[in-house]
Nanobody
Framework: QVQLVESGGGLVQPGGSLRLSCAAS????????MAWYRQAPGKQRELVAI??????NYADSVKGRFTISRDNAKNTVYLQMNSLKPEDTAVYYC?????????WGQGTQVTVSS
């Protein structure tokens, strides 16, 4: 049974930082493409950051502020979020993909507000 469990969300003031974690089980983590998506109220789910085969890519809106990383020994992917803005408020989802196999976490809420 595959599980992706996110943690680290919460309420933060503008300009603050958070680090999200996603612990995976039931998959050979090291060979999976891992990503973070987010969905704000009334908006479509969007890709935030992705890591695969040692490369990373980011949405333009988060470049220079967010960093995705992974620890294959811990089966965990992280999203370090700095200089947070109110428009970063959303539910953040962890995503794992290998060919036609793809899995989602349950999501963690990030709220950026003063």
């Amino acid at each position: 049974q595959v599980q992706l469990v996110e943690s680290g969300g919460g309420l933060v003031q503008p300009g603050g930082s958070l680090r999200l974690s996603c612990a995976a089980s039931g998959i050979i983590f090291s060979i999976y493409t891992m990503a973070w998506y987010r969905q704000a109220p009334g908006k479509q789910r969007e890709l935030v950051a992705i890591t695969s085969g040692g490369s990373t890519n980011y949405a333009d809106s988060v470049k220079g502020r967010f960093t995705i990383s992974r620890d294959n020994a811990k089966n965990t992917v992280y999203l370090q979020m700095n200089s947070l803005k109110p428009e970063d408020t959303a539910v953040y989802y962890c995503y794992a993909r290998l060919v036609s196999n793809n899995y989602w976490g349950q999501g963690t809420q990030v709220t950026v507000s003063s």
